[in-house]
């Protein structure tokens, strides 16, 4: 069974950092692709930035520079590095490996 848990989501103030992280057990055929999604109330959820099993990534214009997406193939886990956050970058934030998805892990930017 495949297990995913996201952590470091919390409170920050705009200007702010925060890292995510995400691990994942129990993929038996091996992980490709691994990523951040995020989805505020009453917005669809969005890609913020994914990485696959060679190290590309692919990251939404509203975070590039600011975000930074990583990962350790040894211990299946990919982080998500996120820096000078702003109020709008408030959301929900989810994980995805391969296919599954992870619970979420709330991030809030506020004074």
């Known amino acids: 069974q495949v297990h995913i848990l996201e952590s470091g989501g919390g409170l920050v103030q705009p200007g702010g950092s925060l890292r995510l992280s995400c691990a994942a057990s129990?993929?038996?055929?091996?992980?490709?692709?691994m990523g951040w999604y995020r989805q505020a109330p009453g917005k669809e959820r969005e890609l913020v930035t994914i990485?696959?099993?060679?190290?590309?990534?692919h990251t939404a214009a509203s975070v590039m520079g600011r975000f930074t997406i990583s990962r350790d193939n040894a211990k299946n886990t990919v982080y998500l590095q996120m820096s000078s956050l702003k109020p709008e970058d408030t959301a929900t934030y989810y994980c995805?490996?391969?296919?599954?998805w992870g619970q979420g892990t709330q991030v809030t930017v506020s004074s």
């Open positions: 995805r490996v391969n296919d599954d």
């Open positions: 129990g993929i038996i055929s091996g992980i490709n692709h």
């Open positions: 990485i696959n099993n060679n190290g590309d990534t």
